[in-house]
T-cell receptor, first 110, second 114 residues
Framework: DAKTTQPPSMDCAEGRAANLPCNHS???????VYWYRQIHSQGPQYIIH???NNETNEMASLIITEDRKSSTLILPHATLRDTAVYYC???????????FGAGTTVTVRA | GAGVSQTPSNKVTEKGKYVELRCDPI?????LYWYRQSLGQGPEFLIY????????DSGLPNDRFFAVRPEGSVSTLKIQRTERGDSAVYLC????????????FGPGTRLTVL
């Protein structure tokens, strides 16, 4: 019962920005948007999260639309090591568990 | 520093057998989570511990599954009378606190039931 919709797959070129979309049209006011990624044969890894303001850290930027119904994760300079499944997750501020959907399989090509 | 570790990394067992999967969380993390990931799908929540107690075990599929965390650190996921459908990667995560805190995942245990 994931609350997000993501494209199943996308390719991007090494060194270019990768823009990963996520729709969460039923998000409520106290729900955050989280992004995790999972590299093959590893556990998921936290990337970033936000409520309504855009966020940036050393890994990525998160752009949330003003109505909060969608967001975009931006990997500014994709490398081959960024090839992974990327999960967009909506999580209530009072919740502790993560509800993963199928995610987007991102393949970075040289 | 050391991350979350899980042992064994792979476990092959026969249908009907009992298995135990171990998780060593990051030192000092009070919250511990178990998830299960089937091939081609995202992880699914199984159980959550806050300290020694299971605060939410609503994700456990049936009573063949049980988990403990007796001293508030290491946790063991126990599966009785294993079935072929139990084959999956079992992931453990820990966090410092719960709400809005980053969960750190281990590499998982791949369980194969023949």
């Amino acid at each position: 019962d994931a609350k997000t919709t993501q494209p199943p797959s996308m390719d991007c070129a090494e060194g270019r920005a990768a823009n990963l979309p996520c729709n969460h049209s039923t998000i409520s006011g106290n729900e955050y948007v989280y992004w995790y990624r999972q590299i093959h044969s590893q556990g998921p890894q936290y990337i970033i999260h936000g409520l309504k303001n855009n966020e940036t850290n050393e890994m990525a930027s998160l752009i949330i639309t003003e109505d909060r119904k969608s967001s975009t994760l931006i990997l500014p300079h994709a490398t081959l090591r960024d090839t992974a499944v990327y999960y967009c997750i909506v999580r209530d501020s009072n919740d502790y568990k993560l509800s993963f959907g199928a995610g987007t399989t991102v393949t970075v090509r040289a | 520093g050391a991350g979350v570790s899980q042992t064994p990394s792979n476990k092959v067992t026969e249908k009907g057998k009992y298995v135990e999967l171990r998780c060593d969380p990051i030192s000092g993390h009070t919250a511990l989570y178990w998830y299960r990931q089937s091939l081609g799908q995202g992880p699914e929540f199984l159980i959550y511990f806050q300290g020694t107690g299971a605060a939410d075990d609503s994700g456990l599929p049936n009573d063949r599954f049980f988990a403990v965390r007796p001293e508030g650190s290491v946790s063991t996921l126990k599966i009785q009378r294993t079935e072929r459908g139990d084959s999956a990667v079992y992931l453990c995560a820990s966090s410092h606190g719960t709400h809005n805190n980053e969960q750190f995942f281990g590499p998982g245990t791949r369980l194969t039931v023949l």
